[in-house]
């Protein structure tokens, strides 16, 4: 409920007639390095099944302006009253920064439980355009085997921290390695599939792919 409870007629009953709260992320999340997002959240809601001016809109910021959402919801929906539901929103291309806004304002006219919102996720694939590709002659990173399972080695030039990363973007392991040529790294703890290497040597960004089969 919106001020920690104040819009609430007690907190975790109904919620007050005339109402308007907004809930969103106070700093902007930065999506350059991804594309084709997908945002996700679980949400059980129950609004006063008198009216349908009780309503649930969100918002997109693309890097300009808020964005009103195509869909919202309100007790003429098709899951409302129905329990905790998964919902995804996707956004093709690319933008800079990515945020979002839930907005619900109620009428004059009864009031439910309300909404709950929980598991808000973003995710997306990372960009090749930019970066090296993958095992490029030229790179100063080199990983071999590939595909390996799940044990090789990396060649370097110079001091460099990689990040290793999921095809969906998530971080799995962080490695410092010094300017050694050859480095063994084990990640057979991981699952088979492909996963990815980033990072800074102070003059370029590089980008590598590992395949891991078992």
Known sequence: ????????????????????????KTTPINTS????????????????NTGTNDVLSKYWWNGTSW???ITSY?????????????????FTGTQTIFDYLFQFTSNSIGTSFGVYIDDIQLSGTLL???VKEENNSLSPVKIYPNPNNGIFTISITNDIVL??????????RTISLTSKNNHKIEISDLSEGIYFITGNNGKEFVKEKIIVTK
């Open 1 to 24: 409920c919106a001020g920690n409870g104040g819009a609430c007629n007690s907190c975790g009953n109904d919620y007050k007639d005339n109402m308007d709260s907004q809930f969103w």
């Open 33 to 48: 390095a991804y594309q084709n997002l997908s945002f996700s959240w679980w949400m059980d809601y129950d609004f006063n």
């Open 67 to 69: 964005v009103v959402s």
């Open 74 to 90: 309100n007790s003429s929906s098709a899951q409302d009253g129905l329990g905790w539901f998964l919902h995804t929103a996707t």
């Open 128 to 130: 090749a355009s930019g």
């Open 163 to 172: 990040t290793i990363t999921n095809e969906i973007g998530q971080k799995i």
